[in-house]
């Protein structure tokens, strides 16, 4: 087995990809080692000590490191891991930690509110993040979930490579605003939850 490594532009994030499908839909993210209980390949990771954040998109891992970390001697140690849990077709989740509602939710419920109102608006965002924003952001190790439309702001809370990036902000503001605005003309702003 063979596990190809990408970079993102989140230089604490790197993206790893094991050749075949880790989450059938959904994402799933640990950003604590008390959250990574629910999977055992999530639970090792962080045991590294370095590891502050890990998701799972559907065909790869974005592992995140705490600043001040180096790649360089923990790479090959994610690697082996890894290399180790896809070998073994160990399983993802503990019985436990595979239930969870909402796929990319599980650890954050917080929700900005829809006014019923807005049901055809909020539909138009929702297939607009996840026929283009979505697969954008899982090609650099992130993904982004939608939290909300409330008087014309769209909250968006950004998960795995996007959180914590140099560049989220920009990619918040230039990248999935304009992309909103431009398509529905009631969003006024999209703002990180």
């Not at 209980?37 to 974005?62: C, K, M, N, Q, W």
């Not at 109102?117 to 607009?128: G, T």
Request: glycine residues 8%; contains cysteine; proline residues 7%.
């Amino acid at each position: 087995m063979f596990i190809e490594t990408e970079t993102t532009p989140n230089p604490a994030t790197l993206k790893f990809l094991p050749g075949e499908i880790v989450m059938a839909s959904g994402t799933r993210e640990f950003t604590s080692p008390e959250a990574a209980a629910a999977s055992p390949l999530a639970e090792a990771l962080f045991a590294l000590g370095d590891v502050t954040g890990v998701l799972y998109g559907r065909d790869f891992i974005a592992v995140t490191i705490a600043p001040g970390a180096e790649w360089a001697p923990l790479k090959p140690q994610v690697l082996a891991l890894l290399l180790d849990h896809f070998v073994a077709q160990a399983p993802l989740f503990t019985s436990a930690g595979a239930d969870f509602s909402v796929p990319g939710e599980a650890d954050d419920d917080t929700n900005y509110g829809d006014d019923p109102a807005d049901a055809d608006i909020v539909e138009q965002i929702k297939d607009l993040i996840e026929t283009r924003v979505r697969p954008a952001v899982a090609n650099d190790g992130g993904d982004i979930i939608y939290r909300g439309f409330r008087e014309g702001v769209v909250y968006l809370k950004m998960q795995g490579a996007c959180s914590g990036c140099p560049s989220s902000t920009a990619t918040l503001k230039h990248g999935i605003e304009s992309l909103l605005k431009h398509y529905v003309p009631e969003v006024s702003e999209v703002r990180a939850a």
